[in-house]
């Protein structure tokens, strides 16, 4: 049973935020959504994106596979203007897990193809895709890469929780801290890796830097000696330098950055099963945009600064995120129902929503000319396009992204433009089955593909049903 989500009508859940003494507003008129904007030259048609959702399903070898496909073609015909694509790791080594997709002259055609594809799929469903852009994250997963820990420097917070591997002492973390060679050669690589985006038809890259993989973690790392560490100076030194690199060599090339503005602490399952922040010695040097005396709250001081520096450089737009999908997912995707293994809400989800939707303001406001991308609103269920139309309106964001949203009901944005609207039994309800499937790694390929089981069922419910056989518990 929903523990918070108990909304019928517009009037209930703006209640229910004054209550809890939230900002947040939300509007029964949805125009501010359907009208474009531009980035970087470029007409983007309606201000509904599609959030980098991973899909777990590309081969072995990181080439994108038959879900993949059939997801982006989805989106393509789901009426977002903007689709910013799913992480892409730029090394195999910086796979988060071995069916995530690489971009590499190996994987190029298939790249290629799923841009032309996704295309297609949106000139069939809507006509017109002169004014669509397309995305792809570039990532390095650092501390959570499958194969071995990279990390950039020893957090207290969150070594515990690197991946053990069985030794013959017991489990060991084997962690390997990048060095600033390694680091060094690591910038020719994602310039190479953007170099392709750009040859596959990808409209812009994204330069990721959160959910700290291994660029947020840098941005934290007060603790490390050398060139990419201790100073602001050094600790940002590798994201400017990949962008000056990328823009210089590609200028057609947009560049974009999904970026944490707030890392905060880890939690653990706590009293009763709810999520509790890890005990914590202040000041918390290792989070970025955190507040080290309070590290639960954000100090956006850093992160304002980055943004206006990377701006200067090229950067055109920012994908807002917040948290870590491993140690503390409430902050990132505020949600009702926990994946297996996960806590339960520390917190009202709606505490969580307008934390993301403040954080974004700030940026916003701070930058009125850049494309700011919002995220964590699906858990506002029907209610979050009258978040976002509001948020749209008031100059807090210039477009809104959909994650889980656009696994249940990638349509979302052409039923609301036309007078369908949305599909009320594809309402992605925050179960968190998306979360479970790409946790678990029973499957023959060592990974299961992730997708919406409830209300995609068609691909997803075998999957699902597979799951359960293998691991009960799920
Ligand atoms: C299954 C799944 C896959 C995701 N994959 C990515 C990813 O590849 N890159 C990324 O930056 N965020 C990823 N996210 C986070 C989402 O983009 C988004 O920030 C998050 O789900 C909150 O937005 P929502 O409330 O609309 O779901 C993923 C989330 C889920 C649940």
Redo the contacts with the bound molecule.
Sequence with gaps: MSRFFKFKTIESIRDAAAQLNLRLEFDTALDPLWSPFHVHGRRVGNRLAI?????CDATPDGQPGELTFRRFERFGSGGAKLIWG??CAVVPEARANCRQLIIHASTLSNLQELVERTRTAHRKALGDDSDLLIGV?L?HSGRWSYQQPIIAQADPLLDSRLPKREGPSGPTAHAHLISDDELDRLQDDYVRAAGLAYQAGFDFVDL?Q??RYLLNELLAARRRPGRYGGSYENRTRFIRAIVSRTREQYPNLIVGS?LNLFDGVPFLKGEGGTGAPVPFQTPVETCWGTNPENPLEPDLTEPLQLIGELQALGVAMV?V?LGN?YASPHL???FEYAPSEGYLSPEHPLIGVARHIHCTRVIQRAFPDLVVIG?????LQQF?FSAAAAEVRAGGVTAV???????SQPDFARRLQSDEGLDQKRI?R?FSY??T??RSKSHPLGQYP?GCPPFDKEAYGPIWKTLQAAEPDA
């Design positions: 959030q980098p959702m991973e899909g799913e992480a994250q990532t990721k959160c959910h999904r994908n995120s999908p990132l995707r505020p995220s964590g609103y699906s858990w979050a992204g959909m994650g889980r949203a656009s696994l992605c925050t998306c979360t499937l790409m992730t």
